[in-house]
């Protein structure tokens, strides 16, 4: 049985890509390796996710702000060198910046990055990360990519030349095929993020608004800074969208639309795009190079951040729906190249190595 003593760190546990991915492998690894002591470290806040994870670990809040940054500091240095863990794992730029500087000399540390931060065409471009991140790095540390887009982006920008891998993301296995094609001639949409910037809800309800006169309606789940923009939109436009809020997600959830949609400006590996999939969900996605990494020939796509060719694309889905029965066997197919044992398998692998 393995023995281990392993310490995640993250900027809170909130429902967002990089905190299910965590939680469902702190999960998973109570389950292979019960002999593993986990403990979660949280950088600035817990969250929506920390009951379901708080029975297999030993949870510490950091409750850092701009005022108590060097409290924290040695609070989580002091913490580190108490606890003896083997391993580090950081996900998330801040989480993984301080847990750098904090770091005890013989303690390993693993980070994971999880999305493309490093080009300065984003919205959220991370310029003032970046310098920290390169500042901070040292060969010695383990990087984790999510995709090779993500791998391709840090990897130049920070100048990782050892110890890395793509490691790409799994979803949880509670998670099971439950999408049924359905002959109705509506065609029911559902989109999973946070409202932020980057998720690009505002095209999808432009899009509506050109297919007023359509069976076409939005369901999208989520919460964020936009939420009152989104809503004013929404309203101005009479588009058939709803703000459904930060639901959970389930197969049984999911198996009620049509569609899944992602309109992202970027991605890294999105977890809701895999629960969508294992479900057997169809997909039209913004063709990003980190999506077609991820669903392949399991979903259609879309011309970049194209208005026009979203609302084709939807009109097309909507008047020929049959196709969704190829993609959903596409995507129940593909799905199953993304399991949790593999990816626990390779990433003890990496705790040791590093």
Do not use: W
């Not at 999880?114 to 970046?130: G, N, Q, R, T, W």
């Not at 100048?159 to 790409?168: E, R």
């Not at 309800?205 to 369901?219: F, G």
């Amino acid at each position: 049985m393995i023995k281990y003593r392993l310490l995640h760190i993250i900027d809170s546990v909130e429902r967002g890509g990089a905190e299910t991915l965590l939680v469902n492998t702190i999960e998973t690894i109570k389950k292979k390796y019960p002999n593993c002591e986990q403990y979660l470290v949280t950088l600035y806040r817990g969250g929506t996710l920390l009951p379901k994870v708080a029975p297999f670990v030993k949870y510490y809040n950091l409750g850092l702000n701009k005022y108590n940054i060097i409290t924290v500091y040695f609070k989580l240095r002091r913490l580190l060198k108490n606890l003896q863990v083997d391993v580090v794992h950081s996900h998330l730029l801040h989480s993984t910046l301080i847990s750098r500087i904090a770091l005890p000399k013989k303690t390993r540390l693993v980070s994971t990055y999880h999305s493309v931060f490093y080009d300065p065409s984003l919205v959220d471009y991370a310029k003032k990360e970046l310098i920290f991140d390169k500042l901070t790095y040292k060969p010695k540390y383990f990087s984790i990519f999510v995709s090779d887009a993500v791998q391709n982006n840090i990897r130049k920008a920070v100048g990782i030349n050892n110890n890395y891998k793509t490691l790409v993301n799994f979803a949880s296995p509670a998670f099971c095929p439950k999408y049924k094609f359905k002959q109705e001639s509506c065609l029911k949409v559902i989109m999973v993020g946070n409202l932020n910037p980057v998720k690009n809800h505002k095209i999808a309800i432009q899009a509506l608004h050109s297919l007023v006169d359509k069976p076409i309606s939005i369901d999208i789940y989520g919460e964020g800074i936009l939420r009152i923009e989104l809503e004013n939109l929404i309203n101005q436009t009479g588009s058939k969208v709803v703000l459904k809020g930060g639901q959970a997600m389930s197969s049984e959830l999911l198996a009620q639309y049509d569609l899944f949609l992602m309109t992202s400006h970027h991605e890294g590996m999105p977890i809701s795009l895999l629960e969508a999939m294992q479900t057997g969900l169809p997909a039209l996605l913004n063709d990003l190079p980190m999506l077609r990494e991820t669903a392949g020939d399991s979903a259609l796509y879309y011309k970049y951040d194209d208005l026009d060719d979203l609302i084709n694309n939807l009109v097309n889905i909507q008047e020929g729906k049959l196709i969704l029965n190829r993609l959903s066997e596409n995507a129940l197919t593909r799905a199953k190249t993304y399991s949790a044992e593999s990816y626990l398998n390779q990433l003890f692998k990496i705790y040791y190595k590093s």
